[in-house]
Nanobody, 115 residues
Framework: QVSLEESGGGVVEAGGSLTLSCTASENIFNFVAIGWYRQVPEGQRELVAHILSSGKTNYEDSAKGRFTISIDPDKYTLYLQLNKLRAEDTAFYYC?????????WGQGTQVTVSS
């Protein structure tokens, strides 16, 4: 069983920045893919960005050029740097990791962008 714990959410003004962290209980390099998703009330979880075990990264279109996903392997931690935040980025952000055929989610962290 792998646990994922997010932190770093909060309230920020439009144009501001936040850094989200996701700390795993296992070596983060054992994943098949690991990334960030977000969900608004009454909406579906959507991919924001992820990293594959090959090192390839993928970003949702609105995240390109504003958000950066990265890993600190020594800390078993995944990051999402959020820059130039917009009101429409307001959502609950979740970390998701695929270890083999197992799919793990964190509890999420709220990001609120005030306009």
């Amino acid at each position: 069983q792998v646990s994922l714990e997010e932190s770093g959410g909060g309230v920020v003004e439009a144009g501001g920045s936040l850094t989200l962290s996701c700390t795993a209980s296992e070596n983060i390099f054992n994943f098949v893919a690991i990334g960030w998703y977000r969900q608004v009330p009454e909406g579906q979880r959507e991919l924001v960005a992820h990293i594959l075990s090959s090192g390839k990264t993928n970003y949702e279109d609105s995240a390109k050029g504003r958000f950066t996903i990265s890993i600190d392997p020594d800390k078993y931690t995944l990051y999402l740097q959020l820059n130039k935040l917009r009101a429409e980025d307001t959502a609950f952000y979740y970390c998701r990791g695929l270890w083999g055929s197992n799919d793990y989610w964190g509890q999420g962290t709220q990001v609120t962008v005030s306009s």
